[in-house]
């Protein structure tokens, strides 16, 4: 996990724009900022698909964006997953869910390698949404 | 009435917490609202009564602002009232998340409503161990 995983350089990673500083672990973020981040199904899907697929070695973020494009479209496997179809999930993680998850520091990103690597808060955060869902989700279909 | 006592008795006897039959995203989208969370647990708290909504918003004004209700701004208490009225209330009543009778603008906690809370609290309290250290 991500104890293993190498210190990512993250410091120029999403542009020069203002990095919001510290995350979960280190500093004042509370209870809304997490219901916030769950609040959105890829961010959902990804924390979940990196704890599970991150083996220390961490996972790419095409396998990733494969993964969420299979999911939200109609293939009947994930061979056939255009680089089309998979271009828009890997954009919006690339400039949307994977800062936000970074800067709370569930994920770690390396931008170079193009890997993202689970940290601790990860496995909590992805049994939170475990939790939430087992009490206040009904089956669906 | 009685049932539903008992029914809460039971609950507290077995501490098996409420559930609920949510779809996903509704789910996570009222917790993902800091003031539909306070209007939960608002309800929740006052679960023996319906509750007009004018005194709701009163009860999650003061909770927003950190003070008593007899303290409330008339403009405070206003500005939550409207967007209760207009936004949270009639979409959590529409997602079967509270009780609401918009014909005399009663609101109250429904088992959802319990159930969302319970997970709430236990999340919550989940969060500041764990998570936020």
Redesign the interface.
Known sequence: MAADAPAADTSEMFGDGPRPSGGFLSRGADASDVYELVSNERRRFTIKYVVEHDDGDGVTLDDLATAIAFVESDVESIEKVSSKQRKRPYIGLYQVHLPKLENAAILEVDKRANHIYATDAAETVAEIIDEIEDRLVGDER | MIDELVDRARGLLTRS?P???????V???V??N?RR?LVIRTLVKHDESELPLTRLAEHVAAAENGIERDDLASEERKRVYVSLYQTHVPKMDGLGVIGHDGDDGQVWATETTA??A??LE???E???R????
């Open positions: 917490p559930t609920a039959s949510l779809n996903r995203d789910a996570f989208e917790l993902a800091k969370r159930a969302v319970a997970t236990d999340v919550d989940r969060i500041e764990e998570v936020v250290a």
